[in-house]
């Protein structure tokens, strides 16, 4: 069992701060993902973690104790890379033990170890073979065993990249469901959204070397701290407030496009504020029932579902997705109805 934290977290390449302050933390048996586009700083973070960089100020801890000064090969990480950087001249079996051997371990408990994590990966029967005698699934799945055997922390950085799309969803079924079994500790980076969402306990949305927003999947969802988060983790509309006023501790009443609501938002908002508005809480209506008027600016077809865009009095754009076959067309007046519990005031940031 291990816990890690990672705490303001510094890292320079020359003179470009590629880590500002990363701060994040995995609790015993936890996922957490690094999500964030290329560049910001995920796997700077993640070999920070494994010991490959040093990092040039904050801390790391396992279970309390900074782990900073440990050498790579001690820290006990399994790492797990997009190129699978597997041995070519070694065995599947030679591969998979490879971590224990260097550490030293009778040669039993090494042939256990490595049957029983070649079992877990469904690789049984492949032991004797090269990396360029299976598949490029399987040896994703050769490097996951290997770096699984060195239980309990794992580092995975894009692992499934270099897989199509039908292994892809495969590997990440058995990453997930091996993690979960076996309560290992786990870091995983990826710039997939749904990935993220469907893997992790915990999302690091990650900004420009810093971390934007570390929450639940569920909360970076619905109740994302500024525009950045909410546009990288899903479909998004926003609304500009020309006024708002706090009524509570995050909730506030507010005006945009021409309308009045009352909903939540991200608390202590007291400058300029932006509406977040998710596909799902809207509704096609008549221009007399809906919260909104606009008018229907464009329409696709996009097989299994149609595809609005409406534009409002003040020029802002909602797109949305309503049901299949509902009549309306380019040009058309209509209203949208909104679902107030699921619309989420966020403060204007700075993109
Ligand atoms: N060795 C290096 N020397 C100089 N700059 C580097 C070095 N490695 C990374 N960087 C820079 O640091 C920043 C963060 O890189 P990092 O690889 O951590 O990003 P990332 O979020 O993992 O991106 P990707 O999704 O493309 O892998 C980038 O701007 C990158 O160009």
């Not at 890690?4 to 957490?32: C, H, I, N, P, W």
């Not at 894009?158 to 897989?163: I, K, S, T, V, W």
């Not at 076996?182 to 306990?201: K, L």
């Not at 609501?261 to 608390?267: A, F, K, M, T, Y």
Request: charge should be neutral; aromatic fraction near 6%.
């Amino acid at each position: 069992m291990a816990t890690v934290e990672v705490r303001d977290l510094r890292k320079r390449y020359q003179d470009f701060l590629a880590l500002d302050g990363v701060s994040l933390r995995a609790e015993s048996g936890q996922l957490v993902t690094l999500l964030g586009p290329s560049g910001c700083g995920k796997s700077t973070t993640l070999r920070c973690l494994a010991g490959f960089l040093e990092a040039n100020g904050g801390e790391i801890t396992v279970d309390g104790e900074s782990i900073l000064g440990v050498p790579a090969n001690r820290r006990g990480f399994g790492v797990v890379f997009q190129n699978y950087a597997l041995f070519p001249h070694m065995t599947v079996a030679e591969n998979i033990g490879y971590g224990l051997k260097i550490q030293k371990l009778p040669k039993a408990e090494i042939d256990t170890r490595v049957h029983d994590a070649m079992k877990l990966v469904r690789l049984d029967g492949l032991a004797t073979r090269l990396p360029r005698e299976i598949s490029g699934g399987q040896q994703q799945r050769v490097a996951l065993a290997r770096a699984l055997v060195l239980k309990p922390k794992l580092l995975l950085d894009e692992p499934l990249a270099n897989l199509d799309a039908r292994l892809r969803d495969e590997v990440r079924w058995l990453i997930r469901d091996l993690q979960q079994q076996s309560g290992i500790t786990a870091f995983y980076v990826t710039h997939d959204q749904s990935e993220a969402m469907a893997m992790s306990n915990m999302v690091a949305v990650m900004k420009a070397g810093r971390v934007a927003q570390f929450a639940t999947p569920r909360e970076i969802y619905q109740k994302p701290t500024e525009r950045y988060v909410a546009d990288f983790t899903g479909e998004a509309n926003f609304i500009t407030c020309s006024s708002v006023t706090p009524l509570a501790e995050g909730r506030y009443a507010i005006t945009a496009a021409g309308a009045t609501l009352e909903l939540n938002g991200v608390p202590g908002i007291t400058g300029p504020a932006e509406l977040l508005l998710r596909p799902e809480a809207l509704a096609l209506t008549t221009p007399e029932a809906g919260t909104f008027q606009g008018t229907v600016s464009k329409s696709a077809f996009l097989g299994a579902a149609l595809r609005f865009e409406i534009t409002l009095a003040d020029g802002s754009v909602l797109k949305l997705t309503p049901e299949p076959n509902h009549p309306v067309e380019a040009g058309q007046k209509v209203g949208i109805a909104i679902d107030q519990s699921h619309a989420w005031l966020m403060p204007e940031v700075a993109p």
